[in-house]
């Protein structure tokens, strides 16, 4: 006579990247339908799609370091706010003078330096991060437009910003010089001789930059880190119960600064992004930026009591919210409509992040 399972696995559980899955496709055939018959254009053209994961590297970068600090039982709304200073304190540097490279370490560093604020705040006087990280939202939005005397940082000097350039623009036009070597190879195959501009080369939309191939490998690192190392089950641990976890044995105080770091670090580098594909460094940018991570994190299987997240997923959800705003404005719709459509998803994010939790709990 056989014996049941002691403990019986949903789909949700076998299978935890189907849902974020299930949206991306969802949207996609969506706007396919919509746009080629309203419009008469292909939304699924290798072109949009190219475009798509272009506009997508910034918000999933972002995911990158939400999803631990959801997991972690924590949230952060000044990631939009950061990004801007970020790339306001990168364009500054490049402004001096200085390297492209120095200038995505410094908005690295200064990303970092907001995550160790946020995150020392909230471990060494237990406060809820939703008010910490709600003032640091206006405080890294109000030294941005300090910084930059509420203006854009615009820099003169083009050749110093190459290598930025190359992080995140899949250019119609695009120079030689600025693609590394290693890269150049894979590029050559796609790419065609432009009859305007001697010694430019023609490189598809579709083509991946160096921002998705940076992202992709990302992704790869902090998925293993997340579900393969001790850091990750750390981090588990700490968002399942923060008081048995610290009855284990674990720093939580350090492991909340830690996450909040290593957020902030990817924030930095979504600023840097952001500088590259509008090449000047702008404190407005990036308004509600937190809201388009978060809900990404969500979508992707994550849960805001903790505990649970995808890094595949949360970047699946960064897609989604892309191919939203995308469909959008090929759809030709008014802004109001866009902000309408992504709070309607937040809300049904958060909706689905209940019933999944009680599914589980069942």
Known sequence: MSQAPAHRFSWLQR???LGPLFGLSFVLVLFEIMVTSDRHMNFLSPDTLGLILLQTVSVATGTLGMTLIIVSGGIDLSAGSVCALTGVIAGCILRSHHSSWLA???AIAVGGLVGLINGSIIARFAMMPFIVTLGMMGAARGVAKWVSDNQSVNFNDLGQTDGLNALMNNPSIV???????WLFRFFSTFMSPDPDQVGSLVVPLWVPTQGVLIVLVLT????LVLNRSVFGRHIFALGSNEDTARLCGLRTRMLKVGVYVLSGCFIGLSGVFDLSRLRQ???TTAMGRELDIIAAVVIGGASLNGGVGSIWGAVIGALTMTSLRSG???MGWPSYIQD??????????????KFRSRSLKG
């Open 220 to 223: 790869i690192i902090m998925s």
């Open 281 to 283: 460094g702008d404190p």
């Open 328 to 330: 959008v404005v090929q």
């Open 15 to 17: 299978y935890p990247l």
């Open 104 to 106: 995505a370490a410094g």
């Open 175 to 181: 120079d030689p010089a600025s693609v590394p070597h």
């Open 340 to 353: 309408i459509i992504i709070g309607v998803v937040i809300v049904l994010a958060v909706g689905v992040d």
